[in-house]
């Protein structure tokens, strides 16, 4: 059985920083796409970043040179730098897998298989 389990959000200041870490169990994931999403009350669900196995990555316009992904492969975890946050910012952050071996990274939704619960990061002004 596959379970992402998200960790390291919290309350922070504008301009603070977080890491969030999303450890994958049930599979081994060095070879799949991981990602990761937020959610806001009332709004729908938001690509923030796609790394493949090499480490080739893609952002969200919003989090672009402010987040970067990456990953431990020997870990089967994915982890998210956050930097120079804003109130914006406040969501549910979510981890994804692919389900498939592939180069190629989307930011749909659909494209991601397993997901994690969440974990609430919340950026006070």
């Known amino acids: 059985q596959v379970q992402l389990v998200e960790s390291g959000g919290g309350l922070v200041q504008t301009g603070g920083s977080l890491r969030l870490s999303c450890a994958a169990s049930g599979r081994t994931f060095s070879r799949y796409p991981l990602a990761w999403f937020r959610q806001a009350p009332g709004k729908e669900r938001e690509f923030v970043a796609a790394i493949n196995w090499s480490g080739g990555s893609i952002y969200g316009d919003s989090v672009k040179g402010r987040f970067t992904i990456s990953r431990d492969n020997n870990k089967n975890t994915v982890y998210l730098q956050m930097v120079s946050l804003k109130p914006e910012d406040t969501a549910v952050y979510y981890c994804?897998?692919?389900?498939?071996?592939?180069?190629?990274?989307?930011?749909?939704?659909?494209?991601?298989?397993?997901w994690g619960q969440g974990t609430q990061v919340t950026v006070s002004s």
């Open positions: 994804a897998a692919d389900s498939a071996i592939r180069v190629g990274l989307a930011s749909s939704v659909n494209r991601y298989d397993y």
